[in-house]
T-cell receptor
Framework: AQSVTQLDSHVSVSEGTPVLLRCNYSSSYSPSLFWYVQHPNKGLQLLLKYTSAATLVKGINGFEAEFKKSETSFHLTKPSAHMSDAAEYFCVVSFDNNDMRFGAGTRLTVKP | NAGVTQTPKFRVLKTGQSMTLLCAQDMNHEYMYWYRQDPGMGLRLIHYSVGEGTTAKGEVPDGYNVSRLKKQNFLLGLESAAPSQTSVYFC????????????FGPGTRLTVL
């Protein structure tokens, strides 16, 4: 069975400090992996995706994520947080069929 | 391009009432999806469609029906609303399955009293 776990429901950082949002998945196959961001009262916007090319994926707004098969992880990072990064972030696992599973979400708070 | 649009944005229903949510996309995508978002649970797939005239059940289909009469539109119906259906509903579309990006609408906030 495939599933995705976001290890932190809430992460709080100070502006200018690094961001780490953690995501682990379980699967018997090599999945496609996504990170989406949702700002308050908005829809979801794609940050980045991994589809079996380079394991380090760069996304929009300075975010990147590294696919580590041995650890079944796809953690999202950013070197320096900005106030506008405050939002909810979803890790998503997708397979060749239509089985697309969303993590429960991580709320990122950025303190001035 | 408007992308994915949803109507209405907000709705309040009484238990037992019916309603239809409309999703429209102008990207010529074959695949369309309806999700519900509840606190602490991420998004869960209700129904999806792989092309005009087709629909299929997702993870939480009970209490909902869908139709895809036109490629650009995907309708979600609640025949007899229940308080458990209070949620935020998102529509999405994509070119294909698997590694294809899904594009999301802005959501519909539904409250069932």
């Amino acid at each position: 069975a495939q599933s995705v776990t976001q290890l932190d429901s809430h992460v709080s950082v100070s502006e200018g400090t690094p961001v780490l949002l953690r995501c682990n998945y379980s699967s018997s196959y090599s999945p496609s992996l996504f990170w989406y961001v949702q700002h308050p009262n908005k829809g979801l916007q794609l940050l980045l995706k991994y589809t079996s090319a380079a394991t380090l994926v760069k996304g929009i707004n300075g975010f990147e994520a590294e696919f580590k098969k041995s650890e079944t992880s796809f953690h999202l990072t950013k070197p320096s947080a900005h106030m506008s990064d405050a939002a909810e972030y979803f890790c998503v696992v997708s397979f060749d069929n239509n089985d697309m599973r969303f993590g429960a979400g991580t709320r990122l708070t950025v303190k001035p | 391009n408007a992308g994915v649009t949803q109507t209405p944005k907000f709705r309040v229903l009484k238990t037992g009432q019916s309603m239809t949510l409309l999703c429209a996309q102008d990207m010529n995508h074959e695949y369309m999806y309806w999700y519900r978002q509840d606190p602490g649970m991420g998004l869960r797939l209700i129904h999806y469609s792989v092309g005009e005239g087709t629909t299929a059940k997702g993870e939480v289909p009970d209490g909902y029906n869908v139709s895809r009469l036109k490629k650009q539109n995907f309708l979600l119906g609640l025949e007899s609303a229940a308080p458990s259906q209070t949620s935020v509903y998102f529509c999405a579309s994509s070119l294909g399955l698997g590694g294809n990006t899904q594009y999301f609408g802005p959501g519909t906030r539904l409250t069932v009293l």
